[in-house]
Every structure is written in C-alpha cells, then in structure tokens.
C-alpha cells in the first residue's frame, strides 16, 4: 500500500519551521534541497539572489512510515502559500503522555487554539490548533473510548 506523507508549503520560513518541528518530533532532516541548487535552465529566466536559499523541499521523519515535507513557495514556479483550515496533520498519539508532549511542544506561541487538549466523547485526549507557523495540527489520543 502507497504510504501517505503531509507536505506543507511556506513563504520564505521553511526552515524555521523545520527546524522547530525536528525539535518537536526529536528527529533529523532526511535533506535540503534549496532553489540555488538547482541547474541552470537556459529555457527559464536566472533565479533571483533573493530566491536561492529558499527551500525546494525537506523532509523530517516521524517513523518508520510516516514523513513530514516541505517547501518555501516561489512564485516563479506556482502560486504563493495560502494558509487556512481545509487541511490538518493529525497525529494519532500511542499514549494519554504522548498526546500530552506533541500537543504543548507544536502549540508552543501557536496562532490559535481551537480546542484545548482535553477529554472528549471520541477521544481521551483531543486537541486543535494552528501553529506559530500557519500549519493546522489535530493532536488526538483514542485510548478507551475506541470506535466500534
């Protein structure tokens, strides 16, 4: 079965991000690759200073099977990042201490918490909220209160 990665887009602080979310996840980059590493292109028009330490794409693993990527958003070559609530990473915590550990460390000076980590009818544990960065998080532990 193909395994399912997020990806998230940035404008400009991709690796702000990334580098508090490996502090987060306790993991390392799997790679950087930045616009000025590409090759030049005699087709297209030259990269720009400004657009040459942007990140093309990063990658941090958060287990065996499961990665976080991401990008900083040029708009030479697509449209700018527009942040919003149409997507979540939802992180189905192993345990109540775990739920409790991702849920301060990613809403640490988050933009908004929608639902505080909390007990609730599906879930012993459940939160939402946008982080510093823009990005929507579910933190969810089921425990006892599993579906069917």
């Known amino acids: 079965m193909a395994k399912i990665h997020a990806y998230l887009n940035f404008n400009g602080n991709c690796k702000e991000a990334f580098d508090f979310y490996q502090q987060v996840f306790k993991t390392e980059s799997v790679?950087?690759?930045?616009?000025?590493?590409?090759?030049?292109?005699?087709?297209m028009p030259a990269l720009p200073d400004d657009a040459k330490d942007l990140i093309m794409h990063t990658a941090i693993?958060?287990?065996d099977s499961t990665m976080i990527m991401g990008s900083d958003t040029y708009e030479a070559f697509g449209p700018k990042a527009t942040l919003g609530t149409s997507t979540y990473i939802m992180l189905d915590?192993?345990?109540a201490?775990?739920?409790k550990a991702l849920h301060t460390a990613l809403a640490k000076d988050a933009q908004n918490?929608?639902?505080d980590l909390a007990?609730?009818?599906?879930?012993?544990?459940?939160s939402s909220f946008q982080d510093k960065f823009g990005?929507?998080?579910?933190?969810?532990?089921?425990?006892?209160?599993k579906m069917g």
């Open 61 to 63: 693993k958060i287990n």
């Open 97 to 99: 201490e775990e739920a």
């Open 113 to 115: 918490i929608e639902m």
């Open 93 to 95: 915590a192993e345990s």
């Open 135 to 145: 990005i929507s998080w579910m933190v969810h532990f089921e425990g006892n209160k």
């Open 31 to 43: 790679g950087t690759y930045r616009y000025g590493d590409m090759p030049a292109d005699p087709n």
């Open 119 to 126: 007990e609730t009818f599906f879930a012993e544990l459940y």
